[in-house]
Structures are given as C-alpha cells and as structure tokens.
Nanobody, 127 residues
C-alpha cells in the first residue's frame, strides 16, 4: 500500500508562487506515475500535471503549461509541484495521486486511473 501526503498550500496573491509537496511512503516502488489534480468549489476534479516516476516524462494541462512544473526527490520519496504566475482561477484543493499501472509512456489524465490519493491541500489565489 502507498500513502501520499500533500503540504504547502496556502493563500497567495495573483502573480505569486507556491510550491506544493507530496510525501510518499509505503510500497512506493509500485508507483508508475504521479499526477497532480485540482478541484475547485463546485467543480469536478481535474488533471493539472503528471509525470512518469522513473523517467520524468511529463504532461501538462493546457491551463498550467508554462506556469507549473513538477519534480521529485527519489531518495526522499518526495514530489513537488512548483506553481508560478498563479491566477485566481487556480484556487482549488490540490491532490497528489499515484498510478500503479504500467502504461508505457502514457500518463493518464483520468481520475479513475489513479490508485492512491492524498488528502489534498488548499490553494487560494486572491486577486
């Protein structure tokens, strides 16, 4: 089993930056890909960015391309989401998720394909 715990959320002004962290523990060798999803009030959870754990192939939602980036520290089993040029519409709860299924170089953008989820961390961007 894998546990994921997010941290780093908070309140930031538009144009600012935040770095979210996702700490992984347990059977992390079973993780093929990590995705970050966001859920704004009253909306469905949406894919933001994801990468394949072993080779760092990364995909981005159009809404975050050029502003968000993802990285990992393999030794610490940490994943980071760097969020720059934040906009009020980025306000959401952000979730770290792990996909244990090997899909080659494909990173799923579907919530249903992820097996492990953190509890989420709130990001609020004020205008």
């Amino acid at each position: 089993q894998v546990q994921l715990v997010e941290s780093g959320g908070g309140l930031v002004q538009a144009g600012g930056s935040l770095r979210l962290s996702c700490a992984a523990s347990g059977s992390t060798s079973s993780i093929n890909a990590i995705g970050w999803f966001c859920q704004a009030p009253g909306k469905k959870r949406e894919f933001s960015i994801g990468f394949i754990w072993n080779d760092l192939t990364t995909v981005y939602a159009d809404s975050v391309k050029g502003r968000f980036s993802i990285s990992r520290d393999n030794a610490k089993k940490m994943v980071y989401l760097q969020m720059n040029s934040l906009k009020p519409e980025d306000t959401a709860v952000y979730y770290c998720a792990g996909d244990k299924y090997y899909r080659g170089y494909i990173i799923s953008r579907e919530e249903k394909d992820y097996d492990y989820w953190g509890q989420g961390t709130q990001v609020t961007v004020s205008s």
